[in-house]
């Protein structure tokens, strides 16, 4: 595939400098021709008030002192003097010394030959009464030697500027390569299935490492999923496999069996068992659909004060039923950017939990409370708890503590937990000092 140039670091680095050479250049153009016309102007103001001191030296003496005045300054000429010329009607010198002819026409003249044409001479030409022509001359050598300086410095100038463009795109250009050629490299690496390289950083915070963080924390969150994944497909194939074999088995008991009632009592609690399947299907689909984050399409900001305050009046008449006690700490005006449905459910799973997990007289509280930018959602009881060394697997699908296994469950009510409070940019933590707490973080709007 042909390369555009401007697209590649290199080019577009040598496109930048070749645009500030034309900028320079063009700049340049301009105080060259603003300082050539200055020293032109400068030059006629000298000619014009040396004619005019000539003029006013004269007075009403006429020719012959004018010629006089002219004789004396040609006498005294040295290098930057003025050259005169002063001629009659016909044409006939009558004082002066620069050698070039005078013109007929009164004015300013940018270019007067002399020196038979070697010399370039600004002039102005005054016609005096009597037919006598007043010729002042300045040498415009001056103006070609400040030109020839300014055009001099000017080339330096730009070839620096030039030099160092072409070497400073080459410099961004082969550093930036070589940075972008270690993170392709990273992500050939990745894409051959070596899942745990990560992009280069230094630490410097350019954007080269804030753009390899993101793409670092874009990894990681890949190789959660395909964790999950894994976990996911491990799991359903571990744990469903004793329900499905029971499943199989009763049906296979239905079948063989010749009595009618003993058949449909087989085939009823074979049909409770698919229905157990189903929700577990059904859950692990929940658990799926909001780790992929797609339900924050259908954030609101809500008041979390009212949500647990309407969740615990829902819950207290079960507590009280089962002997648990329920209280509640509520910061009133509390509010969070999510989704109402999936927040109750949160709720819910804890609170079930904990009445499902602890036996009758534990008390339970749950706490709603601000923590400077994030607000703090706990659910805690004193029960018996769970063993430390199984903390760590908790959130995982399916997993269940060994007191609990007596109890009705599939091990999904925490993950369920744990995906939604990430899901709402949040996180879900465990503390088991005393009995048994669930502490959800999350952020405050704004």
Known sequence: MM??????????????????????????????????????????????????????????????????????????????????????????????????????????????????????AQALTTLLPGGFTLVVAADRAVIDEIDSTILKLFGIALGAMLLLGVGGAWTVGAVTRA??????????????????????????????????????????????????????SSDVAHDLRTPLTRLHNRLDEALADKDDATRREAIEAAAAESRELLEIFAALLRISEIEAFGVRSAFVTLDMSALVTEMLDTYRPDAETSGHYLTGTIEPGLAAVGDRRLLRQLLANLLDNALRHTPRGTEMEVRLTSTGRTISLSVADNGPGVDPAEAGTLFQRFARSERSRSTPGHGLGLSLVEAVAAAHHGEATLDMTDGFRVTVTLPRPG
């Open 3 to 120: 390369r555009t140039p401007w697209r590649s670091t290199f080019g577009l680095a040598a496109c930048v400098s070749l645009v500030f050479a034309t900028i320079t250049l063009g700049i340049g153009g301009v105080v060259y021709e603003v300082t050539h016309e200055a020293i032109e102007v400068q030059l006629d103001h000298r000619i014009a008030t040396e004619t005019e001191a000539l003029l006013a030296e004269s007075g009403q003496a006429g020719i012959d002192r004018l010629a006089a005045a002219i004789r004396r300054r040609d006498a005294a000429s040295s290098t930057a003097s003025l050259g005169y010329i002063l001629v009659d009607r016909n044409g006939r010198r009558v004082a002066g010394k620069l050698d070039a002819a005078a013109p007929k026409e009164a004015g300013f003249r940018e270019f007067l030959y002399h020196e038979r044409g070697t010399r370039v």
């Open 179 to 232: 940075r972008l050629r270690r993170i392709d490299r990273t992500a050939l690496a990745i894409i051959g299935g070596d899942l745990t390289r990560r992009m280069p950083t230094d630490g410097s915070g350019s954007e080269f490492d804030q753009v390899s963080t993101t793409l670092n924390r874009m990894l990681d969150r890949i190789a959660a999923l395909l964790e999950n994944l894994r976990q996911v």
